[in-house]
């Protein structure tokens, strides 16, 4: 093997690393348009498990026909009052009581912007009453991110 010869072998797979490298990262997200429903996963997830309050399922529609399914994650009976992404009020439907495990769907008041596109909501906020206290405020740590659909 000459001196040339290792060099270029050398360079060869240090551009095969630093191309799977650039791979590994689009995939976990870190570059949007590689890494995909990666957001969309992770706040699923996050909200997923969230309590009281869960999200388990979300349609966001751009004609406004969005709807959450919300578990309540407690023993007890919990009433939903009011839902607000970004201190904006998005949930017009009264009192809803929910039992311990209980899951429902309600309709929102949003809508998004393009079919198939992702959405940002920042500071999700439920407020509930729950046995004699009212006014309780269940604050996301994540934004819940969707797509639109048509």
Same mark, same amino acid.
């Given at each position: 093997m000459t001196r040339g010869q290792g060099s270029t072998e050398y360079l060869v797979l240090l551009a095969v690393a630093l191309i799977v490298a650039l791979v590994v990262i689009g995939l976990l997200g870190w570059f949007p348009g590689l890494g995909g429903?990666?957001?969309?996963?992770? !706040?699923? =997830?996050?909200?997923?498990?969230?309590?009281?309050? !869960?999200? =388990?399922?979300?349609?966001m529609a751009g004609a406004g026909a969005s709807q959450l399914t919300l578990a309540n994650r407690l023993a007890d009976k919990v009433t939903l009052t009011d839902i607000s992404f970004s201190g904006s009020s998005i949930y017009t439907a009264g009192a809803t009581n929910f039992t311990g495990g209980q899951e429902k769907t309600v309709s929102i008041t949003v809508t998004c912007d393009v079919p198939g596109e992702s959405n940002q909501y920042d500071n999700v906020t439920f407020t509930y009453n729950q046995g004699s206290i009212s006014g309780i405020k269940q604050r996301g740590d994540k934004p819940l991110i969707v797509k639109c659909s048509a």
């Open positions: 429903g990666a957001r969309e996963t992770q !706040s699923a =997830t996050y909200w997923a498990g969230a309590s009281p309050f !869960s999200i =388990t399922a979300v349609k």
